[in-house]
């Protein structure tokens, strides 16, 4: 009887801490389209970056508390038990709109999923729970601050569940994480904001042509989060090497995505380039799209603007994805859909999640083709994620059992030595 009291209580803490955040996440998306706008109105505003690169390394060096890990810090504190700064909330919130105001490539699951997961940690701090309950209200708030952000409730919650770990999902976590992943994303929207609606015009009929495209696209869209990952981190390591001070390091690498965006046309791949995927799903995409916005958002986020990773990485898998189609012959909207989840969800080494989003953003008719693209690039990713922090519970190879109990960092640095 306790335990189910006990259980009853971490519900009933679950459901209010998702109704915050919900509002939160909802203020933030209104203020976000706002923002947005503006810049689109005042491309003058790009000359920003260089300022507003420093001002973000300098405030989070100095006043941050650490925030400056953004997600890793999140999956830490899970893993760890790591105390959480509220700040970091309110920092992720306020620089991800200040860098989409000036016009840096970059997304908003970072400001959710820290939002969230700040919010779901401090509370269990101040009602002095457990540490097991702690990890599942930090996770549930996850799931909530995802769900929010993309109005996918479902995708939330599995986010919530794979984030932190590769090769397992925390099933004591279920629940709480499906509950504020739901209530969150109702609580925003009651906020005058849009989520993301595209529909696969048709359905081929199965082929062995079609079949062959899908495994092959799964195959280059685990290549492409594998590069991502590899030049991301390239970018921030040149810069460490070359400047030691942070402010000329902040100051040089901004300067870089502004002449990017200024001198090679990227203009229109800042911010969220939501137009690539009306283009991806429309038929009328490119490669060219996909790689310039491939390249902006690497350079913003080794540059170190705040946001995420998750809906560039939408606007390169649906334009690669639907130009894979257009080549093959087969219908663009599917393959744009197909690129959409598979190259986010190999970055972030969640499969479940993958095939979630799927079922949710374009319905249940193509669901055998979000397993295959979700399995082949969860396979082709290894044990490589955007989030360093996250650990190996089951390695995906036989010959990488040694992977095991350590996070993608720790992996990541041993192969250094050996090489």
Known sequence: MKELINKGKLIGITIVISVVIGVVIGSFLVLLNFVTSFREANWGLIFLLPFLGVFTVYAYKNFSKGSERGNNYIIDSIHLDERLP????????IFTLLSHLAGASVGREGTGVQIGGTIGSKVSDYLKLSTESKRILTKAGISAGFGAIFGTPLGGAFFGLEMTSIGKISYESMVPCLISSYVATLVSGFFPIKHLS???????AFSVKLLAVVLLAGLLFGFVGRLFIKLVSLVKDFYSRYFKNYLIKALAASLVVLVFLLILNFRKYGGL????LDEAFAGTGSFVDGAMKFIATVLSLGAGFIGGEATPLFDIGASLGGSLGLLFGLEASLFAALGLIGVFGSATNTPLTT???GIELFGIAALPYYILIAVVSYYVIGHNSIYTSQRVEIAKFSDASDCRGKSVKEINEERKKIK
């Open 86 to 93: 509220l700040r970091m909330s309110l920092f992720s919130y």
């Open 273 to 276: 380039s939501l137009w690539m």
């Open 355 to 357: 095939i979630m989003l």
């Open 198 to 204: 595209y529909q696969i015009v048709e359905m081929p």
